[in-house]
């Protein structure tokens, strides 16, 4: 417990990166929401109580006069259904955690500081406190980013001019190659390449990013049993 | 000069909101319950990754060869310099270059 707050200093710290992509992608949201009529709390509430970047674009979207509070639940489900995943993959850092801990921790766990923590934990010095401090961080860049496109408006109109739209893209493709184990994972991520282009091409909204992760994960549990395999990939510090 | 949150943003946003949090902690929950070994913890551990591959890849593509071209150097930035800012913007940088350019 006395490490609680060294650790969130260093979540927070290693998430500088990825908020600078959010607090981008953030203020284009913002934009979007001022054109829409959405006040600067209408924002604030909903980047406090939501905090997932995808759906809060797509609930912006649908925004209108009298809301399609049924549609835009079903789209906010769908878009993050990879939580569900996101959440399960979290289990092994979790370990031994009370159920006041997990529901604490677990509101501002964004694809983000998520995303930062996996490829921390790869070498192993993960925390649920690195993970929730993380999640603090990227909550104030998130909030300032919309802020600033709501308040400031149109100053930048035409965002993929400066490549805005791909920071997200870039910052992931990062992430990703951090995530990368070795040849073990030629095969599953093959497959969930294969599967979210598939996908994404024929189904609209986020599905491909479920189905991805699914076919990934399931190839590599049809995979051949490698003894290999020994690894102690949850070997979460003890403290 | 204080807006006021209408009633019906209040309850839209507070649904997408419960749905948010039930997927984040219900996973969490669920996965507790789940084998610590074998082939099923062998296909968790290899989620994260395939999750996040799969998260990019059709935004790369969609970008064409440049796109291939910028993510392909994101990737040889950050594991030279282990700097994500650093890989983030170059990879920007390029797809900013192409656009300006095309």
Avoid at chain 2, 23 to 49: E, H, W, Y
């Amino acid at each position: 417990m006395k490490r609680r707050k060294p650790e969130m200093i260093r979540g927070a710290r290693a998430n500088v990166p990825v908020a600078a992509s959010a607090m981008a992608y953030g203020s284009v949201l913002g934009v979007l929401a001022a054109q829409k009529g959405l006040s600067w709390l209408d924002m604030m509430y909903m980047n406090t109580a939501v905090f997932a970047g995808a759906a809060q674009f797509v609930m912006v979207d649908m925004w209108s006069n009298h809301l399609p509070v049924f549609e835009m639940t079903l789209a906010v489900l769908v878009i993050n259904l990879r939580y569900l995943l996101i959440g399960a993959s979290l289990d092994p850092l979790f370990s031994g955690r009370g159920a006041l801990h997990k529901m604490g921790m677990m509101h501002l766990v964004a694809d983000e500081n998520w995303a930062v923590t996996m490829s921390e934990q790869r070498t192993g010095s993960a925390t649920t406190w690195f993970l929730f401090g993380g999640g603090v961080f990227l909550y104030l860049a998130w909030s300032s980013g919309t802020l600033i496109g709501l308040l400031g408006g149109g100053f930048i109109t035409r965002p993929e001019e400066y490549a805005l739209d791909f920071a997200f893209t870039a910052v992931f493709t990062a992430l990703a190659v951090g995530l990368w184990r070795g040849k073990g994972d030629v095969v599953p991520w093959i497959v969930a390449g294969a599967a979210a282009l598939l996908v994404h091409k024929f189904l609209p909204g986020k599905w491909y990013i479920v189905a991805g992760g699914l076919a990934g994960a399931v190839s590599a549990m049809l995979g051949t049993c490698e003894p290999v395999e020994v690894e102690e990939a949850e070997d979460v510090p003890s403290y | 000069m204080f807006p006021a949150i209408e009633p019906q943003v209040l309850i839209a946003v507070g649904l997408a909101a419960g749905v948010t949090y039930s997927l984040r902690l219900g996973g969490l929950l669920l996965a507790s319950r789940f084998p610590r070994s074998g082939r099923f913890r062998r296909g968790m551990d290899a989620l994260p990754g395939a999750l996040l591959f799969s998260l990019v890849l059709p935004s790369i593509v969609a970008e064409g060869v440049w796109g291939l071209m910028a993510a392909a150097l994101t990737a040889i930035v950050v594991l030279r310099t282990r700097n994500t800012l650093a890989a983030m913007l170059c990879g920007m940088l390029v797809i900013f270059a192409v656009r300006k350019m095309g």
